[in-house]
């Protein structure tokens, strides 16, 4: 069965320090991979997306992730944190038109 | 350009009563897909349609769910005799053509059952 897990609930990191998002998936065949950000009062935004080729992905707003197959994986990176970053980030896995969510992370940011 | 759009923004009705909850895809977007999130959840699918046909309705939780997309563009969830445990938000998503194409998701209805 197609599951994702995102093993951190609450993350907080101070302003300028690096930040990695952990997502842990089961899937079986080649899965599609996203992550999405959450504001409050916000819709879901793409933040970046692996289908195939190049297992390193850049999103936009500076993140990327790094897809590693022999350990279902798929963490999200950044390497200095904005206080505008704070907010909900989730993982998911899809076939074609069925997107597995995890929890979520709320990442919280110090100044 | 207009992104998703859904309509209320908030719900709030009593148990055992039925509601609708109205979302306005992205113009173009074949592709359309509700999801509901629970509270401290991620979202969980419930429906796809691909133009006015339902391709996969195998996240519905129960007959009390169900939605149309009569003309491949705006979609209905409706939701009959409500319980308490249906209480979320409900997120709507589209894409271009499915296939993994880019789901664009809007704010969400917040639906709770008193």
């Known amino acids: 069965a197609q599951s994702v897990t995102q093993p951190d609930i609450h993350i907080t990191v101070s302003e300028g320090a690096s930040l990695e998002l952990r997502c842990n998936y089961s899937?079986?065949?080649?899965?599609?991979l996203f992550w999405y950000v959450q504001s409050p009062g916000q819709g879901l935004q793409l933040l970046l997306k692996?289908?195939?080729?190049?297992?390193l992905v850049q999103g936009i707003k500076g993140f990327e992730a790094e897809f590693k197959r022999s350990q279902s994986s798929f963490n999200l990176r950044k390497p200095s944190v904005h206080w505008s970053d704070a907010a909900e980030y989730f993982c998911?896995?899809?076939?074609?038109?069925?997107?597995?969510f995890g929890s979520g992370t709320k990442l919280n940011v110090k100044p | 350009g207009a992104g998703v759009s859904q309509t209320p923004s908030n719900k709030v009705t009593e148990k055992g009563k039925y509601v609708e909850l109205r979302c306005d895809p992205i113009s173009g977007h074949t592709a359309l897909y509700w999801y509901r999130q629970s509270l401290g959840q991620g979202p969980e699918f419930l429906i796809y349609f691909q133009g006015t046909g339902a391709a996969d309705d195998s996240g519905l939780p129960n007959d009390r769910f169900f939605a149309v997309r009569p003309e491949g563009s705006v979609s209905t969830l409706k939701i009959q005799r409500t319980e308490r445990g249906d209480s979320a938000v409900y997120l709507c998503?589209?894409?271009?053509?499915?296939?993994?194409?880019?789901?664009?998701f809007g704010p969400g209805t917040r639906l709770t059952v008193l």
């Open positions: 998503a589209s894409s271009w053509s499915g296939s993994a194409d880019t789901q664009y």
């Open positions: 692996y289908f195939s080729g190049d297992t």
């Open positions: 998911a896995v899809g076939p074609q038109n069925k997107f597995y």
């Open positions: 899937y079986g065949a080649t899965p599609y």
